[in-house]
Structure formats: C-alpha cells, structure tokens
C-alpha cells in the first residue's frame, strides 16, 4: 500500500521519535510511504483566524502535492488531520477561495483538482491493513500491558467531520489495544483536550487539565498511555514532571506514540522506536 506521507513539524523535531518509530513500523506492515519533502507546517489552527486563504492555501499546497503522486495523504498528528480535512472541505464548498489557492499554487506548477484522500495512521490500520492482518502480524503480544488511550480532540472532533455519531465513545485504540494483545483501561477524560493549544498562552491550563486525565487512567490501573497525537504526546510525556508537582503527586506514567506501541506488538525493540527518548521512561514496559 502506497502513502504521501506528512509527518508535520512535530514529528520532525520534538517528538523526532515518532517519525523513526513510524518508518519502523510502515516497513513492517508494508506500508510504503512517500514523503512530500517540501511540505510547510499547516499552520496549527491560529493561523485560520488571521489569514484564512493563508491557511487554506498551506493545507491545499501540501493535499496538491499527494495528488499530484496520485497518493493518499497519511498523516500522524491529529491537528494536522484536522486542517487538511478542513482544507479540502472549504476548497470544495467555496469555489472562489479555490480559485485564489489555485492562482498562488500555479506559481510553482502546482494545481490542486480536490481528489486527495486524507487519512491518519489509526484509520490506516483498520481501513487498509484490517483486523485480520494486524493479527497475523503480531509476533510480541502484549499480554499483561494495561493501557490508557488518550484520543484528543482533533482526530474526533468536531464530529461532523469525521461522521461519527458519539465522538466521546470511540472505541478504536481500546480496540487495536486488544489486537496487540493488551488490556485497555478505562477512565475519565480518554477523549478530552490534552490543553496544548492553550499552553502558549497560560501551560498552567494544559498542567491543570491533563494532571487530572493522567491521575485518572493510573487510578484505573494503566501501566501506560497511548496517543495518536504528537502534541498531546508533548503534554502527557513532557509536561508530566511539572504535573507532578502541581498535582503533589508522583504520576510516572509512559506515554507511548502510536507507532511505537504496534511496533512492540510487531517484535521491534525498544531501541528501534527510540522508546529512550521520552521524559518520563519507559523502562518499566520492557
């Protein structure tokens, strides 16, 4: 199965080790994946409210680029799904802002037709690879792991988007946590806001706010945490010591990205998905 892969800025910088633990793991699921080297940021979701044909030529630029591969978009950040799902939305609703994207993108040969497909890492797993070939492919199943997963908001909300009917309900990481062989743990907050987007302005929102989702999944038996999401990653895992001390606690609670938890099912070591490279250390999952 072949991607136009777009890792985002996170990924490439301070969570570098979700992009080495993704290529890992897209070898090991045959999944081959084309970066779109020349790919701008998507500009976060601030961006939107400053320049709007700004935003939307950034997003569409990047869709322009998988289509003209003749490739579905894959991405491993939750923003950045949001605002390529919202770009191809407006681009296909409003044909005069299309226009205006198209006339900037023709400065570099580029024009986007609104046929590119966007999906992100988890959909990929179920919708391309399926159930019953993730199976197969479990080689370390995870017996024994009880995990938290922590969604976020942009990879389900707002759920008009995504077409779901109860966005606070997914179920689809407790689901592939079973797949892998672990037990997924329930508990307060698994679908609620992480607070990266609010901790340029006030990081004591976002310590506030992810020190109660963290306290929950440990309170509820998680021997880790796992997020489909780069940015929530950087608040649950980075954020986590500064969370201690707020909360008065001690938390020493993993975190895992998404790649990097399928990789441990698929056999891969803790060094390949640079498992050493967290805040907060995941030795104890050995």
Same mark, same amino acid.
């Given at each position: 199965m072949k991607f136009a892969y777009y890792p985002g800025c996170s990924a490439k910088s301070t969570c570098a080790e979700l992009n080495v633990a993704m290529r890992k793991v897209a070898v090991a699921? =045959? +999944?081959?994946? %084309?970066? +779109?080297e020349s790919a701008t940021c998507t500009g976060a979701r601030e961006i939107r409210a400053i320049d709007p044909?700004?935003?939307? *030529?950034?997003?569409?630029? &990047?869709?322009?680029?998988?289509?003209?591969d003749q490739l579905p978009l894959m991405t491993i950040c939750n923003t950045c799904t949001l605002n390529l799902i919202d770009a191809n939305a407006i681009f296909a609703e409003d044909a005069d802002l299309a226009r205006q994207v198209n006339l900037r993108l023709a400065e570099e040969g580029l024009e986007y037709k609104g046929t590119t497909r966007v999906t992100h890492f988890l959909w990929?797993?179920? @919708?391309d690879i399926g159930a019953e070939r993730l199976r197969e492919l479990v080689v370390n199943p995870l017996t024994g792991l009880s995990v938290a997963a922590f969604y976020g908001c942009h990879i389900t909300r707002p759920p008009g988007k995504y077409g779901f009917i109860d966005s606070r309900n997914n179920q689809s990481l407790e689901q592939l946590s079973m797949l892998l062989g672990c037990k997924p743990v329930d508990y307060t907050g698994r679908t609620?806001?992480?607070?990266? #987007?609010? *901790?340029? #302005?006030d990081e004591r929102i976002s310590i506030k706010l992810t020190g109660q989702h &963290?306290?929950?999944a440990k309170t509820n038996g998680a021997d880790a945490m796992v997020t489909p999401c780069p940015l929530c990653h950087t608040?649950? =895992?980075s954020f986590q010591k500064? &969370?201690?001390?707020?909360?008065? %606690?001690?938390? =020493?609670?993993?975190? +895992?990205? +998404?790649?990097?938890?399928?990789?441990?099912?698929?056999g891969m070591s803790h060094e390949?998905?640079?498992?050493?490279? #967290?805040?907060?250390? %995941? @030795?104890?999952l050995r």
């Open positions: 699921l =045959d +999944l081959q994946l %084309t970066e +779109l044909v700004g935003f939307l *030529a950034l997003n569409v630029r &990047i869709l322009a680029l998988a289509e003209r990929v797993l179920f @919708e609620e806001c992480c607070g990266f #987007h609010t *901790a340029a #302005h &963290i306290q929950s608040v649950l =895992d500064e &969370i201690e001390k707020d909360a008065g %606690t001690k938390l =020493d609670m993993p975190v +895992l990205h +998404l790649p990097q938890l399928v990789g441990l099912a698929l390949e998905l640079r498992l050493g490279s #967290h805040v907060v250390s %995941t @030795e104890a």
